[in-house]
């Protein structure tokens, strides 16, 4: 369950111990959540199904404790090494700037106060916790006619 403004979710093997079909389910909800709330979600899966791996907007490879970035699908693929992939990168512009920026300590003074979590939870636990009762509330009200007609209907079969 997400409760509250997240904006980012950093997801780790979803998909273990669970079948294609329900993997697919919870890939297709997250991304529904991504798209409705502009969010960013970086979910590794180890082996998605082709229907899984196409409900992605971008895909970030991990060999050898290097990443490997494939950005034109437009070329044929053509097995490039990790070190040969991780020395292009380093030359490429972006590469270069990314490890220019990288190199200089950052600054905490500069950072928003808004952007840092001080507490344990930045939500109230209070809070969740009405979020979490609100939720069971409706769902006990929408269900409600069902159980009562239920308990209605053994009561009258017992009197036969």
């Given at each position: ?40 979600v970086?979910m ?11 409900l ?12 490997q ?22 030359r ?69």
């Amino acid at each position: 369950m997400i409760v509250g403004p997240t904006k980012t979710l950093f997801m780790d093997e979803i998909s273990t111990g669970l079948d294609s079909s329900t993997t697919f389910q919870i890939v297709k909800c997250v991304e529904q959540i991504v798209h409705s709330t502009e969010a960013t979600v970086l979910m590794s899966l180890l082996e998605p199904a082709p229907e899984t791996y196409d409900l992605f907007d971008d895909i970030i490879l991990l060999s050898e404790g290097q990443i490997q970035y494939w950005a034109d699908r437009s070329k044929p693929y053509r097995y490039i090494s990790v070190a040969e992939f991780a020395n292009m990168f380093k030359r490429f512009h972006v590469g270069q700037l990314l490890e220019n920026e990288f190199s200089v300590p950052y600054n905490k003074v500069r950072s928003h106060k808004a952007a840092l979590v001080f507490k344990k939870y930045s939500v109230p636990r209070k809070e969740l916790l009405k979020v979490n009762f609100d939720k069971e509330w409706i769902l006990i009200k929408k269900n409600s006619f069902y159980t009562f007609s239920g308990l209605f209907v053994l009561k009258a079969m017992s009197n036969v």
